[in-house]
């Protein structure tokens, strides 16, 4: 069914709000919603709406905390999420960070103890229009192998990078895992079958039975480069922001566990060299330009799409499952 | 033909010192030549030592330089690199930041104008076992095609990834194109057939012809993935460093031209946190202990065969080709 962005991101507010929010969280929370809608990202969506509001009910997300922060050093900050909202935390980590890379030249944030906070290429994207480089990097229950392993001990431990152009930001917003999780979930409700290499199953066999994958693991994208990166991502977490390693994490997929993952935010100001935005967009302009493999496909630059969603959704609305919808209106009649 | 480590290693330092290079200049690249030689990976090793030396003849390096640092803010450094030997500029930028990571918690490095770095697992390794958390990214000539593009026009672009832990470092060190052009010249060699998705030749078309490929482009590794990252490290080095891109970049593989290339380095310190080092020494080992999918192949941690291959090649030599070897003594004969 096709809604427009405005009732959904109302309805989104006036569910968390009556669960506890103030309104600038609520609004923050429901805005990495919407957003993930938008660009067509809806496992990041509003999916994910009542169980966050099941785990406010159940003291697991505490709807008021904005995370402690202590400066452990000029340029490093460390965040308490206190179980507040994930957006809540990284943004007013992001917030405190940004006067510190523009005097210090950059600065880094470790918060552990929060919730899930969406989106990554929201953050970095933000960070870029006001004209400074981010990274983030972020981890999860263990959903991943190890290459050459067979059992989940790794997150999909996903990796964001923004960075400022003379025009809109360069947005990169990649998991290390192969594939989703959600897009196994999505091949076992339509019951079709997985490619090679995708997963294995419990007992750490190979396997297409997206059923069976469920309880298994996802392969590490490209092999030992993609799981070189993903165990990067997972030490780089646990050793900055005192987090729990994969096999430890819980709280973001389930409505009864504390969240105990971590998150990585580095920020750092390029503003001291004049026309370098301009010199970027002169250059991703050549890359769009290259002659493509297939002229249907023209060559792309990473957030490219997803505005084009973006706006594409803006104007015909979101599209969102029935039964998605019946559940948020039921929440708000209750 | 096998050759002991310490008798390579004073060939490439007594030819680097009568081409100019100061005692301790010359005794770090020959370091990094060797190292390279010990790990296995000849592409970064001792094949390079004529260039090198070609181009210092022809002023292209200055074997005395040792790169000019300003810091533009306190926690950001820029190094013009006036034509250093590149580990000259980049260790020396290392040991510039490694004060100020201890006193603000992190600090950035951007250097251009200075040569081949050579492998960047040494400078993370370097900074990991001194503690530090160190990122070292690095463009080079145009050899990678954009994802859905037919063109080279970005660089192998390395990520390399060093952490500290309770034992030996982790180190991550990888290029972003799928796999190097080194090994497609060693195709070309042996006449063999490259992979289906490796390479586009000089037009632009898939080719599985290694002589073809030289000519022509690599792809990036894991399609939509490597590319991002690859454009991410592109844009970031290009950015903070003032360097140019791959399409305007040159003398890292030639002797003729200046090098125009930038690296850019972010040293973390996670001192603040006890105990971190053997947390991630356990789940490190965790890993390691996973079931694997074939018991002859366990699960390694990124560094593990590249440590175990330097132990086999101290007690064994050095494998080199004797043509290299005989180039070598012709211009230490000379």
Redesign the interface.
Known sequence: MRISEHSLRCLAIELLQRSGAPALSAELQADLLIEAELRGLPSHGLQRLPRLLARIDRGLVNPVATGQHRW?????L?VDGQRALGPVALMGALEALVPKAR??????AAIRNSNHSGMMAYYVEQAALQGL?CIVVTTSEALV???????A?LGTNP?A?G???GDAP?V?D?ATSIVSMGKIHNHALRNEALQPGWA?DEQ?R?TSDAEAAKSGALAP??A???Y??G??V???V???A?SE?A?EIAGTLDDTEPANKGDVL?L???A??DG?GE??TR?LD??RA?????PV??????GDRMRARRSASLRDGIELPCSLLNELRNLQAA
């Not at 192998?145 to 059992?151: E, L, M, S, V």
């Not at 290259?290 to 297939?294: E, I, L």
């Open positions: 452990l050093k000029h340029g490093y460390d005097n210090v030249g950059l600065g880094v480089i192998h190890p290459f050459g392993g067979t059992r001990m990796i990078i960075i400022p152009t360069f990169l990649m294995v750490g190979s994208f490209w030992a480069k993609g070189g990166l165990l990067a997972e030490l780089l646990a050793a900055l005192g390693f096999p580095i750092i100001d390029p001291s060299r370098t010199k970027l250059y050549m890359l290259c002659p493509p493999a297939d496909h023209p060559v792309a630059i990473p």
